[in-house]
């Protein structure tokens, strides 16, 4: 990573990049003069996710359009959203950190109204999405799961979903220490935090493209939320399962009592096979979450790198204590 002062850059912007080549272009033209009306030295890092498309030649051409300001980190593969996040904590250099969809849903307007209430000594401010242009499905989905993931995680965040967030660099700093495999970075960062706060923000219908979150990976986002900050799931299961056994025998008592009183009966026959597959259903739930944990702990244990960089382009130049910081281009090694 770059040496530099802490009081280098201002502002750094983390904008994560998948299959994006249609609307980059009016990302470009919003971004970078919402940031230069600021009046504070930033920086935009685009993490190139494994893109299958020609965004990565686009921030190539973006990178040397403005060298002062832009640096690349191009993946050799698709990672995850949260990866990208983490590749750009990792090479930022900002006293506050914000991240940004590449979809333009969040405004890079607002951007500033982030920064603003930085400057009052908040050291992590999450985002709530005004009047969300999503389908309903989407919206009550998020809300439910937002309230589920709150009770059993306690990490209090109205909407989880919205990636444009500041952070100070403390809290980035303490991320990049962080080694876990699977996790959910605003999450992260709120349990950090010493003073977090939330504020609304703009919300626009997708400039170009479609979601790269299907039904299938929002689950797989939320068990990893769940999963990684919360051990709540396996000690209530383990509670449902003392119930069930202390409920089964009982039924099992009763039945014998009923069978020695008054002989052998058939027509309860269809409620024990419902029982018993409400059982089965309950157990083999149990070794899901069970193999959820399990297969977590493997993950971790392989110490395999998370993400791969393939390069980093970055002809920026910031001082520091009277040097350049050099431009960087990985040797394609694990950022750890």
């Given at each position: 990573m770059n040496t530099v002062s802490p009081s280098a850059i201002a502002l750094s912007v983390v904008v994560p990049v998948y299959n994006e080549q249609?609307?980059?272009?009016?990302l470009f033209a919003r971004l970078y003069p919402a940031l230069d009306a600021l009046g504070e030295r930033y920086e935009i890092l685009f993490v190139n996710d494994g893109s299958r498309?020609?965004?990565?030649?686009?921030?190539?051409?973006?990178?040397?359009?403005?060298p002062d300001v832009t640096r690349v980190i191009l993946f050799n593969g698709n990672y995850g959203q949260h990866m990208a996040i983490l590749a750009g904590f990792?090479?930022?250099r900002g006293r506050v950190v914000v991240t940004l969809d590449a979809d333009l849903q969040n405004p890079p307007e607002e951007i500033g109204r982030?920064?603003?209430?930085?400057?009052?000594?908040?050291?992590?401010?999450g985002t709530i999405r005004r009047k969300r242009q999503d389908s309903w499905f989407r919206r009550h989905a998020s809300r439910w799961m937002n309230l589920l993931r709150e009770k059993i995680t306690h990490v209090r965040?109205?909407?989880?979903?919205?990636?444009?967030?500041?952070?100070?660099?403390d809290v980035v700093d303490t991320i990049n220490r962080c080694s876990e495999v699977n996790t959910?970075?605003?999450?992260?960062?709120?349990?950090?935090?010493?003073?977090?706060?939330?504020?609304?923000?703009?919300?626009?219908?997708?400039?170009?493209?479609?979601?790269?979150?299907?039904?299938?990976?929002?689950?797989?986002?939320?068990?990893?939320?769940?999963?990684?900050?919360?051990?709540?799931?396996?000690q209530f299961m383990s509670f449902l399962g003392i119930a069930l056994a202390l409920a089964s025998g009982a039924l099992f008592v009763l039945l014998m009592i009923?069978?020695?009183?008054?002989?052998?009966?058939?027509?309860?026959?269809f409620t024990l096979f419902a029982i018993t597959f409400c059982l089965l259903g309950v157990l083999l739930f149990s070794m899901g979450l069970l193999g959820e944990y399990v297969g977590r702990i493997y993950e971790q244990v392989r110490g395999r790198p998370r993400y791969v960089v393939q390069a980093v382009l970055d002809d920026t130049e910031v001082p520091a204590?009277?040097?350049?910081?050099?431009?960087?281009?990985?040797?394609?090694a694990g950022a750890r």
């Open positions: 249609d609307g980059l272009g009016a498309d020609r965004s990565a030649a686009l921030l190539a051409e973006q990178q040397r359009a403005r990792e090479h930022c982030l920064v603003a209430k930085m400057a009052e000594g908040y050291d992590y401010v965040m109205t909407d989880q979903g919205c990636m444009l967030r500041a952070y100070g660099r959910f970075v605003p999450a992260l960062a709120y349990t950090f935090s010493l003073r977090p706060t939330e504020i609304e923000v703009g919300h626009e219908e997708r400039a170009a493209g479609e979601s790269k979150y299907s039904l299938f990976k929002l689950v797989r986002l939320n068990f990893d939320l769940v999963t990684g900050f919360s051990l709540m799931p396996l009923d069978r020695l009183l008054f002989g052998s009966q058939v027509q309860g026959v204590a009277g040097a350049d910081a050099p431009a960087r281009a990985a040797d394609g």
